[in-house]
T-cell receptor
Framework: DVKVTQSSRYLVKRTGEKVFLECVQDMDHENMFWYRQDPGLGLRLIYFSYDVKMKEKGDIPEGYSVSREKKERFSLILESASTNQTSMYLC?????????FGEGSRLTVL | GENVEQHPSTLSVQEGDSAVIKCTYSDSASNYFPWYKQELGKRPQLIID?????GEKKDQRIAVTLNKTAKHFSLHITETQPEDSAVYFC??????????????FGRGTQLTVWP
């Protein structure tokens, strides 16, 4: 059974703070993704990675960066959190076409 | 890149009725069309998918149809039950080289099935 684990389910941060969202998958998947989910806007891709130390921008990369130092771990970084980054963040991994999602991290920026 | 439009954004049906959700896509090179279901408070999960060489696929009460000429595909749920209540997302991907695995999602449809 594929398991994608996100380190924090709920976070509350202040404007300007640096925020790390961690994601780990245990199925040796090559592909990993970070999505942002907002009501009425669906799932929007922030960044994705097809290999260690490799990253590609998605549709809304502004204000975010990522790190993939190990195959199983993909981190999303908010260098200076802003209130408009309050959202649900979903990590996913895939080997082929099917995405396996984590449970999500709900971030509130005050 | 690919643009996927999904309608309606909300859908309410009586238990036992059918529900249809429609999506259109823009990139004629798209060749894989999955549907994900997200129950309240849970993660999205793949429920059915279709490839471009197939016009229809069924799995018990759910079916997906694809019209490549018109660039649209639909999810059909028959004999709906309260546990079908969820947000449904359609997606498309051209699966070209480096974009393998990168899905373009619609905005989602909140389906509510009333008992």
């Amino acid at each position: 059974d594929v398991k994608v684990t996100q380190s924090s389910r709920y976070l509350v941060k202040r404007t300007g703070e640096k925020v790390f969202l961690e994601c780990v998958q245990d199925m040796d998947h090559e592909n990993m993704f970070w999505y942002r989910q907002d009501p009425g806007l669906g799932l929007r891709l922030i960044y994705f990675s097809y290999d260690v130390k490799m990253k590609e921008k998605g549709d809304i990369p502004e204000g975010y960066s990522v790190s993939r130092e190990k195959k199983e771990r993909f981190s999303l970084i908010l260098e200076s959190a802003s209130t408009n980054q309050t959202s649900m963040y979903l990590c996913a991994s895939s080997l082929g076409r099917e995405l396996f999602f984590g449970e999500g991290s709900r971030l509130t920026v005050l | 890149g690919e643009n996927v439009e999904q309608h309606p954004s909300t859908l309410s049906v009586q238990e036992g009725d059918s529900a249809v959700i429609k999506c259109t896509y823009s990139d004629s090179a798209s060749n894989y069309f999955p549907w994900y279901k997200q129950e309240l408070g849970k993660r999205p999960q793949l429920i059915i998918d279709i490839r471009s060489n197939v016009g229809e696929k069924k799995d018990q009460r759910i079916a997906v149809t694809l019209n490549k000429t018109a660039k649209h595909f639909s999810l059909h749920i028959t004999e709906t039950q309260p546990e079908d209540s969820a947000v449904y997302f359609c997606a498309a991907t051209p699966d070209r080289g480096s974009t393998l695995g990168r899905l373009y999602f619609g905005r989602g449809t909140q389906l509510t099935v009333w008992p």
